[in-house]
């Protein structure tokens, strides 16, 4: 039913989302060191310029090269969706690892406020902390790497307290090993296939969350490009310059595409009894 | 049930409880006067020393906290700086524009994809089912302030069959306020289809590759009786879950949507007020949205029994 055949080749969905994923990676990197055109440079002679074959996404009311912008944007959106899931590991996996160890009502008092925490919708619990950071590229890192902090201290508890009744950590505690020790050389290798799911797909929230607040005006401030800010400004000149709108909504989606395409096939594979749930 | 309701209640408590401490903790840590950052820069020495005592800061934070919850209780958010109004009237004046859009657009987008997904997942792998997946996958992917901004320029501009921007109360014209809607509503329905349909497909496959379906289809029962009166019935706790995820998660995000029409809701006036630095009424949002999040999924568990009885009995 689930077609054995098709096992050799890497999944369709896995082949489309990592080819997505791959150019936006590359988009990103190449966009970080080289663009067309100066993305920030103005230049009012060329202002909405459609696309041709001088400016092959055309200009915005700027005269600022679009494709140029989307490249710079897309070095940007990753290095901070990079920069927040890194932050909101590392935070999670400490608080995780410390909770799930000490058991009792450390964990008990620890998880409960993790719980409300999580108990905030979306991005509403990023929005109060920008408020407190201020609505800058480092807010944005903060803000968000503190919001999803409780979703990985969660998934990181839950693998620890499966793990310290296995015989290894009796055994490593019996060798006469400290706490500490064990928790780092023997618990938190094990964290890592968990961690690197939750990463995949927190990756895309991340990216589209600071899509969001930037459309909204609390992201990385113009004149810094990113999709969600060109979004936002595209709004006034949507009628006459339709490119404006399409072509930044267009990267965020194919990127989120791609990563839920990665994730859908990375489920598959640890989970043989979804396979084809797509 | 009874016990089950009472214990699912007490549970909600303590949550909402540090949800409370949370918003309150959040707007401290700001640096400088509460009592300045909550009446602005314009406040009098008179008011602000009369805010001083009210809030209690002489006293400890804990004493601090219970003066501010206390008032919360009783339904004094504080006043608005940049309007001067009560804080919850008008919050609950926006929550009424925000939650007809979600309402309006969940309960649409369940109906639909609650029995695509139970299709999709009967004809697993066949072209229907390919095709369905597909297309949620993409409306998944798909942010909804750019869904939004694609339906206005094609409905809006191109072929001008609905009002681009602003908003008309249904209870002032029904009629213009009823087009004004169509398109958040369409957005959200289309964005959330994708979302729910897959569940609902994961969920009913999880279901068909039980023992008790192949017994029912041995039995002889028809392939829609099988599907709707055994699977569906064990298939749809999951996916009625999500859907309280989802009524929530969309008020914490519909300031998106809100900007792209334009509309006054609730994620409009918590985005305003971060722009005015308006502090009480950031702080009534944040607290007023999480704790309807938490009684939205109080009242799903609530309503869990009705699908899988075995949850009231364990």
């Given at each position: ?80 969706s990079i920069l927040t899931v890194t932050l909101a590991v590392v935070m999670g996996t400490t608080i995780g690892l410390f909770s799930g160890y000490m058991r009792g009502w450390t964990d008990r008092i620890i998880m409960a406020f993790n719980d409300a925490l999580l108990a905030f919708?979306?991005?509403?619990l990023a929005?109060?902390l ?11 890192i903060v803000a968000l790497g503190i919001a999803y902090t409780p979703s990985v201290a969660r998934v990181v508890r839950g693998t620890v307290l499966s793990l310290r009744e296995r015989e290894f950590i009796a055994a490593s505690r019996v060798m006469g090993n400290g706490e500490g020790f064990t928790m780092l050389r023997h618990i938190l290798p094990n964290c890592i296939a968990p961690l690197t799911v939750l990463a995949t797909s927190m990756f895309g929230y991340v ?56 994730g859908?096939?990375l489920r598959?594979?640890l989970d ?7 | ?13 303590p949550t909402?409880?540090i949800v409370?401490v949370s918003?309150?903790v ?289």
């Amino acid at each position: 039913m689930n077609g054995h055949g098709r096992m050799k080749l890497p999944a369709p969905n896995a082949l489309v989302g990592g080819t997505l994923i791959a150019i936006l990676l590359a988009t990103a990197g190449t966009g970080a060191l080289w663009t067309p055109y100066d993305p920030l440079k103005l230049s009012f002679r060329e202002k909405l310029v459609a696309p041709g074959a001088l400016h092959w996404l055309g200009t915005d009311e700027f005269g600022r090269d679009v494709l140029s912008r989307l490249m710079a944007g897309a070095a940007t959106s990753v290095w901070i969706s990079i920069l927040t899931v890194t932050l909101a590991v590392v935070m999670g996996t400490t608080i995780g690892l410390f909770s799930g160890y000490m058991r009792g009502w450390t964990d008990r008092i620890i998880m409960a406020f993790n719980d409300a925490l999580l108990a905030f919708p979306g991005i509403l619990l990023a929005l109060g902390l920008l408020a407190v950071l201020g609505a800058n590229k480092y807010g944005i890192i903060v803000a968000l790497g503190i919001a999803y902090t409780p979703s990985v201290a969660r998934v990181v508890r839950g693998t620890v307290l499966s793990l310290r009744e296995r015989e290894f950590i009796a055994a490593s505690r019996v060798m006469g090993n400290g706490e500490g020790f064990t928790m780092l050389r023997h618990i938190l290798p094990n964290c890592i296939a968990p961690l690197t799911v939750l990463a995949t797909s927190m990756f895309g929230y991340v990216l589209l969350a600071e899509s969001a607040l930037s459309f909204l005006g609390l992201g990385v401030p113009p004149p810094a490009p990113t999709w969600g800010n060109m979004l936002a400004g595209s709004r006034p000149y949507i009628d006459q310059a339709v490119w404006l709108g399409i072509f930044p909504g267009l990267c965020i989606s194919l990127t989120l595409l791609g990563i839920n395409l990665l994730g859908d096939a990375l489920r598959d594979k640890l989970d043989p009894r979804m396979r084809g749930a797509r | 049930m009874f016990r089950f309701a009472l214990t699912r209640i007490a549970m909600a408590l303590p949550t909402l409880l540090i949800v409370a401490v949370s918003v309150f903790v959040l707007i401290r840590l700001i640096p400088g006067d509460p009592a300045q950052l909550m009446l602005g820069d314009l406040a009098t020495p008179a008011s602000l020393a009369d805010l001083r005592t009210r809030l209690g800061l002489d006293q400890s934070l804990p004493v601090q906290f219970g003066i501010w919850f206390g008032n919360v209780l009783h339904g004094d958010f504080g006043q608005s700086i940049s309007s001067q109004q009560a804080v919850l009237p008008l919050i609950l004046q926006r929550f009424l524009v925000s939650a007809q859009i979600v309402l309006v657009a969940v309960v649409l987008a369940s109906l639909f994809a609650v029995p695509a997904g139970v299709i999709a997942a009967w004809r697993q792998d066949s072209a229907l089912d390919i095709g369905l997946v597909g297309a949620a996958t993409l409306l998944l992917s798909i942010p909804t302030f750019w869904l939004g901004l694609l339906l206005l320029l094609f409905f809006g501009l191109k072929l001008g069959w609905l009002p681009v921007v602003g908003y008309v109360s249904i209870a002032d014209d029904w009629k213009a306020g009823l087009l004004y809607l169509v398109m958040p509503i369409m957005t959200l329905f289309l964005h959330e289809m994708g979302v729910v349909l897959r569940m609902a497909r994961a969920s009913t496959l999880e279901v068909l590759r039980l023992d008790y379906i192949t017994h029912a289809r041995a039995k002889g029962l028809s392939e829609s009786a099988v599907l709707w009166r055994h699977a569906f019935k064990n298939a749809f706790g999951p996916t009625w879950t999500l859907i309280g995820l989802v009524l929530g998660n969309l008020l914490g995000g519909i300031a998106v949507v809100e900007t792209v029409f334009t509309i006054p809701g609730l994620g409009r006036l918590l985005v305003d007020a971060i722009f005015a630095r308006d502090y009480p009424v950031i702080q009534g949002c944040m607290l007023f949205v999480a704790f309807t999040y938490v009684l939205v999924n109080l009242v799903i568990d609530l309503c869990y029994p009705i699908f899988d009885p075995r949850v009231a009995a364990e």
